[in-house]
């Protein structure tokens, strides 16, 4: 057990005198570790690769606030998953992005006579299986995405519960998706 934490500590405390040997070794025995717990947060291989590298590259800039108070892996792991969830956010961010700037180019193709009647059909496929629900769930649905109103709205307008129209509206969605 003292070895372990020598060792650690040892490859815990980059400083100058670190050669480049004792850097591979540090990078080959926590490549691993980092990489699992970044493909547990993104899902893709690749991608969790690169995370990987970043994130030990980030450690070894970030080195000189490593005190030693714990273990040199619960300090990489933090820093690992700090960085995997900045990630995330950054790219759902740019997602959403891309996804407001495709729907300018769809918008001009859904123009055809081809697109309009499918959206027609489609329609006409929804009208029929809302007519199917009960009226408390056609009504939500029917306020909440037709009209768009806010679900307090809705409750203050149905005169029922905020959560009685979560639940409504969860339920109501769920039918439908069972219908199709």
């Known amino acids: 057990m003292k070895t372990i934490v020598k060792q650690s500590y040892f490859l815990g ?5 670190m050669t480049e040997q004792k850097i591979n070794q540090l990078y080959l025995e926590c490549k691993n570790r980092v990489y699992r717990l970044a493909l ?3 899902k893709d291989s690749y991608l969790a690769e690169d995370l990987t590298h970043e994130i030990l590259v980030k450690c070894y800039l970030k080195s000189e606030k490593f005190k030693g108070d714990c273990s040199i892996h619960t300090w990489m792991n ?3 998953s700090n960085h995997c969830i900045d990630f995330l956010r950054k790219s759902y961010r ?3 992005l891309l996804y407001e700037n495709l729907e300018v180019f769809i918008s001009d193709v ?3 006579p081809e697109s309009e009647a499918i959206t027609n059909c489609d329609h006409e496929e929804l009208r029929n299986k809302l007519s199917q629900l009960s009226s408390k769930y056609k009504d939500v649905i029917v306020l909440y995405y037709f009209k768009q109103l806010a679900m307090k709205e809705i409750a203050k307008q149905l005169n029922i519960n905020l ?3 979560k639940t409504r509206l969860f339920r109501a969605k769920k039918m439908l998706k069972e219908m199709y």
């Open 94 to 96: 740019k997602r959403d």
């Open 110 to 112: 859904s123009c055809s």
């Open 78 to 80: 933090k820093i690992a």
């Open 40 to 42: 547990g947060y993104v």
């Open 13 to 17: 405390s980059i400083g100058q005198h």
């Open 163 to 165: 959560s009685t129209v």
